[in-house]
């Protein structure tokens, strides 16, 4: 009887589907791994945008409660770059997100002692003098540094204001108690210029996925609106 050694293996083309085969499902669970950190990573901004929103809510809530009734254009000043709501006890101050990438000091609201950002802060002003102009060069004080509170601190993934408003126009007033309703509307995100757009009316919404050629940040960009009314005080100045 002769015998016949045969060698059992794999051919050249059974290894190279096995490896193909093994290539496309690392490929797979790469990808799926890289999904998963960015919905997280998106889940995580969004929840810090949100509470940085409600936080500042509910301190100028706070602050307009524990007020008497006012005249806005005495209380608040509106710039290009950022403005100043001073309310009685406390002022707040805040520079808009494209300013403080690319406006110069002069156009700023801007620290006395310090090199620091003012973002969105707060500051004890029973007087009022941060919504005063200078009778020397009709500008406004600068803030400073040790009396401020920055309630918008650049570790929140550099978060920043990109618009805020407030009026009385779509509110309402009690002349039996003196109590007046402010609108505040706000808008709070991240602060990479490159992935926002801008519309005339002021409007600032992040750039769809598409154009991330031109900048566009679909896991990091996120844009919230804050909309809230706060009553005055009962008492009239």
Request: hydrophobic content about 40%; some cysteine; overall charge negative.
């Amino acid at each position: 009887m002769s015998h016949v050694n045969r060698r059992n293996g794999f051919t050249i083309i059974e290894l190279m589907l096995a490896m193909g085969f093994v290539s496309v499902l690392l490929i797979a669970i790469a990808m799926t791994v890289i999904q998963i950190g960015n919905i997280y990573n998106r889940g995580i901004m969004l929840k810090d945008v949100n509470q940085a929103g409600r936080s500042i809510a509910s301190e100028l809530q706070r602050s307009i409660n524990q007020t008497a009734p006012f005249l806005i254009n005495d209380k608040y000043v509106d710039q290009d770059w950022g403005g100043r709501l001073c309310l009685g006890q406390y002022s707040y101050i805040w520079n808009y997100g494209a300013a403080i990438d690319s406006t110069p000091d002069s156009n700023r609201n801007v620290y006395s002692g310090s090199t620091d950002e003012i973002r969105f802060v707060k500051v004890f002003d029973p007087n009022t003098s941060y919504c005063t102009r200078s009778l020397v060069d009709s500008k406004y004080k600068d803030v400073i540094f040790s009396d401020a509170v920055e309630l918008l601190n650049i570790g929140q993934h550099n978060l920043a204001i990109h618009n805020f408003t407030i009026d009385t126009s779509s509110t309402a007033s009690d002349s039996k108690t003196g109590q007046q309703l402010y609108n505040l509307e706000f808008m709070i995100g991240t602060n990479d210029q490159a992935a926002l757009m801008f519309d005339l009316a002021g409007a600032v919404t992040c750039k769809p996925p598409s154009e991330v050629a031109t900048g566009a940040d679909p896991s990091y960009c996120s844009i919230n609106q804050f909309n809230i009314v706060a009553r005055a005080g009962n008492t009239i100045e």
